[in-house]
Every structure is written in C-alpha cells, then in structure tokens.
C-alpha cells in the first residue's frame, strides 16, 4: 500500500513536496509515478521515476521544467518537488508503483497495480 502526503493549498507561484512512501515494497527495479485527477476528467501521468541499476525520470510537458521526481530509496519513499504552481495544476495527486510497467508506456494507469488515496492540491 502506498501513502502519499504533502497535499494542500496555495497560490499561483508557490510550491509544495508530496511524498509516497511504498513500505514493504521490495523489488529491485520497478516504477513509480504521480498521477493527476480532476473531478470529470481523466487521471494523468505528471512524473514517472524507473528505479533499479539505473534511474530514469519522465514528464508530461505540462509540468517539464517546474516538476521534479526525486526517491530515498532507504525510506523507500518517492518525492515530488511541484515549483511555479498554476490554477491548471490544481487536482488530486496519486501516487502508482509497479515493477512491470513498460517505461514507454509510464504515463498510462493501467500499466500501475498499486495506488494511494491521493492527496488534494490546489492551486489559486
């Protein structure tokens, strides 16, 4: 089970850290990720992370350059720095993790088995 926190509000330009942290998950290589949801619409990918011998990011173009997916793989915990926040930002937050995710195909959710409850962000 994944546990995500570090949601809450704040104004355009501002920033926040949401964290998701993947207990008892031991794999040596796997993916996890941020998705985004607003209400009506359908869940994003904003940031994938591949972790094994080598660690590969990706992100959704909306985000590039105000984004950043980092991990801590001693509290095997996966972090999303969120700089420059704008309205459009604005969703619920999901974190994903898989070890068979196709790195190609990152920003797709049914390639994810595991997911937190999300935590809200919004951005005014």
């Known amino acids: 089970q994944l546990v995500e926190s570090g949601g809450g509000s704040v104004q355009a330009g501002g920033s926040l850290r949401l964290s998701c942290e993947a207990p008892?998950?031991?794999?040596?290589?796997?993916?996890m990720a941020w998705f985004r949801q607003d209400p009506g619409k359908e869940r994003e990918g904003v940031a994938a992370?591949?972790?094994?011998?080598?660690?590969?990011?990706w992100y959704a173009d909306s985000v590039k350059g105000r984004f950043t997916i980092s991990q801590d793989n001693a509290k095997n915990t996966v972090y999303l720095q969120m700089n420059d926040l704008k309205p459009e930002d604005t969703a619920m937050y999901y974190c994903?993790?898989?070890?068979?995710?196709?790195?190609?195909?990152?920003?797709?959710?049914?390639?994810?088995?595991?997911w937190g409850q999300g935590t809200q962000v919004t951005v005014s």
């Open positions: 994903a993790a898989d070890h068979r995710v196709r790195p190609w195909l990152w920003w797709v959710k049914s390639e994810y088995n595991y």
């Open positions: 008892g998950y031991t794999y040596d290589t796997y993916c």
């Open positions: 992370i591949f972790i094994g011998r080598r660690t590969n990011t």
